[in-house]
């Protein structure tokens, strides 16, 4: 959760206040997450409620998310989809997924919600081996950053035409533009975001929004 969209702290809590929606479940949900070392990892309230209402705005039945973390992104997202809505979210981790789930039912959201434990690209190809290809609606990508372009690749087999994936962290803090950053994590992000820029088969927009998050509309 790095915040570079550069606003003061007094428009930042007014944004957080007056600009996207919040409840008690995840409150309680983040509250527990910024106990790990591992906090910063977790996208934050406004993109939360960008997301969900992506979600809702194009009627999303089907949705995949990589990289699930705590849950909190899948809460959002889950909730705005309808009550036979499907996320199918990805992620490697029983212990932090495990914080994920009390939540999930708490909200009463969790059988929207299919956890696949295991490396993503593994959980995706079985997806588009198992026939899925063209049945999502909306992906979100937020995994480990080396494996982007892989992701995005899946992703886009398994969407519809018209279907939206959101890509978090574009902006990498600010690293994508700092020349002397050669991280693996650095180089893996410059690269998805210029081949995006070239890229015919989608329509994309990439808002600087926290860490960066790019629309790509798959045509
Ligand atoms: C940035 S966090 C996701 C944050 C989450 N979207 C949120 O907003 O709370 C990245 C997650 O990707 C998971 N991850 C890392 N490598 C992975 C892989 N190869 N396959 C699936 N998940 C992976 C990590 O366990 C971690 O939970």
Same mark, same amino acid.
């Given at each position: 959760?790095? &915040?570079?969209?550069?606003? *003061?702290?007094?428009? @930042?809590?007014?944004?957080?206040?007056?600009?996207?929606? @919040?409840?008690?479940?995840? &409150?309680?949900?983040? !509250?527990?997450?910024?106990?790990?070392?591992?906090?910063?990892?977790?996208?934050?309230? +406004? =993109?939360?409620?960008?997301?969900?209402? $992506?979600?809702?705005?194009?009627?999303?039945?089907?949705?995949? =998310?990589?990289?699930?973390?705590?849950?909190?992104?899948?809460?959002?997202?889950?909730?705005?989809?309808?009550?036979?809505?499907?996320?199918?979210?990805?992620?490697?981790?029983?212990?932090?997924? *495990?914080?994920?789930?009390?939540?999930?039912? =708490?909200?009463?959201?969790?059988? /929207?919600?299919?956890?696949?434990?295991?490396?993503? +690209?593994?959980?995706?190809?079985?997806? $588009?081996?198992?026939?899925?290809?063209?049945?999502?609606?909306?992906?979100?990508?937020? #995994?480990?950053?080396?494996?982007?372009?892989?992701?995005? %690749?899946?992703? +886009?087999?398994?969407?519809?035409?018209?279907? +939206?994936?959101?890509? @978090?962290?574009?902006?990498?803090?600010?690293?994508?533009?700092?020349?002397? @950053? %050669?991280?693996?994590?650095?180089? !893996?992000?410059?690269?998805?975001?210029? !081949?995006? #820029? /070239?890229?015919?088969?989608?329509?994309?927009?990439?808002?600087?929004?926290?860490?960066?998050?790019? $629309?790509?509309?798959? /045509?």
């Amino acid at each position: 959760m790095s &915040r570079l969209d550069g606003l *003061s702290p007094e428009l @930042d809590a007014y944004v957080l206040d007056v600009g996207c929606r @919040d409840d008690d479940v995840a &409150r309680r949900l983040r !509250a527990e997450t910024d106990q790990l070392p591992q906090a910063g990892m977790r996208i934050d309230p +406004l =993109e939360a409620s960008l997301l969900g209402v $992506l979600i809702r705005a194009i009627g999303a039945r089907r949705v995949v =998310e990589v990289g699930t973390f705590t849950g909190y992104s899948a809460l959002s997202m889950a909730r705005a989809l309808p009550a036979d809505g499907r996320l199918v979210a990805c992620d490697v981790s029983e212990a932090y997924t *495990s914080i994920a789930r009390r939540y999930w039912a =708490e909200a009463g959201v969790a059988d /929207r919600i299919d956890l696949r434990l295991g490396p993503a +690209l593994d959980t995706l190809d079985a997806l $588009l081996a198992d026939g899925a290809e063209g049945t999502f609606d909306a992906a979100f990508i937020d #995994a480990d950053k080396e494996s982007y372009e892989g992701y995005y %690749e899946r992703c +886009l087999r398994l969407l519809r035409p018209g279907g +939206l994936i959101m890509v @978090d962290n574009v902006l990498w803090s600010g690293k994508v533009v700092d020349p002397t @950053d %050669e991280r693996p994590s650095t180089l !893996a992000i410059r690269a998805f975001n210029e !081949a995006r #820029a /070239r890229d015919p088969r989608i329509d994309l927009v990439m808002l600087p929004v926290r860490d960066g998050v790019s $629309l790509l509309v798959k /045509r």
